[in-house]
């Protein structure tokens, strides 16, 4: 955990207070970006005893960004490139041979990743039921890693984690849990037991769109250096803009997350009511499969929500062409809201054909009802 980490501030002020550098006189507020690859040397000095490299020693706009992360989830933070990097680096506990478990429903990417691990590995690959509390517990005994997404994208099932992460300390597995649609506001999966958590910095943390960043946070020191070693021979290093454009988000993340989380629950329960909307997937929601347990281990339901509509794809397609304020665009968790079709993207062709994952942004939650409902109608007129 970062030294400076201070357990009983709340979060609204450790993402403003954190990883700002040292407190002198004459320094800036906040860490600049340092547009850096190499640096001086000391006389006699070598490389790894210093900052000499900016692939393999992190910049400071990096640890900036590292110090705010460890201290939201209770750990130390590595960055990467991407969030797909961050995973790929919790992965690589897969030894030849070994095993690996993901939930049924998650990320594409992810999936994608296990299955292309599990192939050049040849490891065996198990895709298990987010509510099958049973067997990622079983799983924890006997398998190499053991990936939870909670709440998953984008059909948002919750997992048992405080069940999961408290089994035997003396399992076999890594456990790693995917907390990018949770963030660190609403749940801190390393304080429940598990051993990794990874957030693709590109979603919430960064909160604007305009960046590709990933980070796993762990407590156990062999843990944080085996993720800071695959970073640096896998080339995962993150760039000195995209740490310095995170860092600068993640100031206004718990502003953000709370406007963006009461849109998102209004937003559900109205779209739960309106008549061409066969389901909606919200743990909020007093209908959804995972709402008591979602009410008793998150702080909040989130700011993603799902929904199908009465029809077909086409309908889906023409109720996306429409709209005007929220924006027909993949990723989440930015101040503006966007929707897509999932059915549509490579690899998720298994859902249902007229499945719409709104992320639920920053602007007036009467103008964003007012729009779904015109598309709506528009739709299925």
């Known amino acids: 955990m970062d030294p400076d980490a201070t357990t009983s501030e709340h979060p609204a002020t450790t993402a403003i207070q954190s990883g700002r550098g040292a407190a002198l006189p004459g320094r800036p507020l906040s860490v600049a970006p340092g547009l850096a690859s190499s640096f001086r040397l000391g006389n006699g000095e070598v ?20 110090s705010v992360i460890g201290q939201l989830e ?10 797909m990097a961050a995973i790929a680096a919790a992965m690589d506990h897969v030894r030849p041979g070994g095993r690996l478990v993901v939930p049924d429903t998650c990320y594409q990417g992810t999936s994608a990743l296990a299955e292309h691990v ?44 405080p069940a999961i992460c408290a089994a035997d300390p003396t399992r076999r597995a890594v456990l790693v849990v995917d907390s990018t649609l949770a963030t660190p506001l609403n749940q801190q999966p390393l304080g429940l037991g598990a051993d990794v958590v990874v957030h693709s910095a590109t979603k919430a943390i960064g909160g604007h769109a305009d960046l590709v960043l990933g980070v796993a946070v762990a407590r156990q020191p062999e843990l944080i250096g085996a993720l800071r070693t695959h970073r640096t021979l896998h080339g995962a290093v993150p760039g000195a803009m995209e740490t310095f454009l995170a860092t600068r988000g993640v100031r206004t993340l718990p502003l953000r997350h709370e406007r963006a989380q009461a849109n998102a629950s209004t937003l559900a329960a109205r779209l739960e009511q309106h008549p061409v909307v066969t389901v909606v997937h919200y743990p909020g929601l007093a209908s959804h499969p995972d709402h008591a347990l ?16 009465d029809g077909d794809a086409a309908t889906a397609d023409r109720f996306c062409a429409t709209l005007r304020r929220i924006v027909h665009a993949t990723s989440l968790g930015g101040v503006e ?3 897509e079709r999932r059915a549509a993207v490579p690899g998720q062709e298994h ?3 007229t499945l719409l994952r709104l992320a639920v942004g920053c602007e007036h939650v009467e103008d ?14």
């Open 118 to 161: 599990a192939r050049t590995r040849g490891a065996q690959l198990t895709h298990l039921e987010p509510s099958d509390t049973a067997g990622w517990l079983a799983a924890l005994r006997t398998d190499d890693v053991v990936l939870l997404e909670s709440p998953t994208n984008p059909l948002l099932r919750v997992a048992d984690l």
């Open 337 to 339: 809201s966007t929707l």
């Open 47 to 66: 490389p790894g005893e210093a900052r000499s490299y900016a692939r393999g020693d992190a910049t400071e706009g990096c640890e900036a960004l590292e």
């Open 351 to 353: 859902l249902p054909p």
């Open 294 to 309: 979602a009410d008793a281990s998150l702080a909040g339901f989130g700011s993603v929500l799902s929904f199908e509509l």
């Open 368 to 381: 964003l009802w007012a729009d779904l409902t015109s598309a709506l109608a528009a739709a299925t007129a």
């Open 74 to 83: 209770g750990g130390t933070a590595v960055a990467f490139a991407s969030g």
